[in-house]
């Protein structure tokens, strides 16, 4: 089960981290991921992190601006987002997947609203 938290309304510019919590001793063999999904919009991918941490992949749309990070000590993984945008405002959900297998386990949604 997954819990992500964070979420909340920010002016352009600002910046949030989002937390996903998971209960359940296979999190550190998950491969993580963040998706969002804007009004109107397909759910898109925007994050994935390898389960050892080792390795990070980004969209396009959030290089250099998002940070995906996780504490497999503490079953949490991260998404520190900073320089937001209007266009990034969506629900965001985390996801977790073992390595080679589609995301199976959803969190349930964290509102992410950015200002002009």
């Known amino acids: 089960q997954l819990q992500a938290c964070g979420g909340g309304l920010v002016q352009a510019g600002g910046s949030l981290r989002l937390s996903c919590a998971a209960s359940?001793?296979?999190?550190?063999?998950?491969?993580m991921g963040w998706f969002r999904q804007a009004p109107g919009k397909e759910r898109e991918f925007v994050a994935a992190?390898?389960?050892?941490?080792?390795?990070?992949y980004y969209a396009d749309s959030v290089k250099g601006r998002f940070a995906i990070s996780r504490d497999n000590a503490k079953n949490t993984v991260y998404l520190q987002m900073n320089s937001l945008k209007p266009e990034d405002t969506a629900v965001y959900y985390c996801?977790?997947?073992?390595?080679?297998?589609?995301?199976?386990?959803w969190g349930q949604g964290t509102l992410v609203t950015v200002s002009s």
């Open positions: 992190i390898s389960w050892s941490g080792e390795s990070t």
């Open positions: 996801a977790g997947r073992f390595a080679g297998t589609e995301y199976r386990y």
């Open positions: 359940g001793r296979t999190f550190s063999s998950y491969t």
